[in-house]
DNA sequence: TTGACATGTGACCTTTTGGTCACATATTTT
DNA sequence: AAAATATGTGACCAAAAGGTCACATGTCAA
């Protein structure tokens, strides 16, 4: 079961901001990604690797060598298949009805708000 | 951030199969997932309950109240947020083909695949 | 070839998580 | 009311994960 090394990869903070820095901009190298965590939380080069390492083997980053560097690239195919897996293709039109409520209602500033009553 | 949950709660196998039980059919109490778990692996009630526990916490998971029953719900609007972290509407259908055709890949038999090559 | 740069790996320690149990509450049945 | 059923909670221990370091390889520039 390597499904178990996708959950287990997105179930670290900093790693998901690894994502989240690679779905931002690709193709970054492991310097780059060091300096934008940095800027998050204080860590050093290592543990950086580490979280990558763990990234890569559970396929949801992809390396390209490039001279000494190692370029990095973000891969959605497991988030969609952790989608497909519990949402189903009849229900996902309700469900995404949902999500677009819940952004709305959370770009909604406080004033807004007055009056709404979820009870 | 509670997202921090939600991706906690999905890192455990056992509560990935609690969404998969409740994915297959809502609405059943703790003694009734206990057994489906129990199918797969050995674990008190005592654990399956604080598995469950971290789902609700999670939001994956809603219960109600019938007696002295609590049914539980999946609730599928934390996954499609894991999808549109990092899945935009713009790339969503190249993903989609991707996921497809593996999933064709996967239900090949083994005879199927030869001569493939995705060197 | 030599030195600087970019990065990988295994050992080690600390923190977090998984699992069980004893005890508790709430509801139904008799 | 008392017994049986269905479930929640905090304490506790074992296992797993997070983070750092020393040491290593491979690549570029001179």
């Keep these: 079961m390597e499904d178990d090394l996708v959950f287990k990869a997105l179930a670290d903070r ?13 193709g970054r190298s492991l310097g780059e990604l060091e300096e934008v965590v940095n800027q998050h939380t204080e860590m050093s080069r290592y543990g950086v690797s ?19 560097e190692r370029l990095h690239h ?36 406080p004033a807004e708000r007055e009056g709404h009553d979820d009870g």
């Design 14 to 26: 900093t790693r998901r901001l690894l994502l989240d820095t690679l779905f931002e901009r690709d």
């Design 50 to 68: 580490k979280h990558l390492r763990l990234l890569v083997e559970a396929d949801l980053v992809t390396v390209r060598k490039s001279g000494r």
């Design 74 to 109: 973000l891969n959605a195919v497991p988030i969609r298949l952790i989608h497909d897996r519990w949402i189903d293709k009849y229900t996902e039109p309700h469900i995404r009805a949902l999500t677009d409520l819940k952004a709305l209602a959370e770009t909604e500033t």
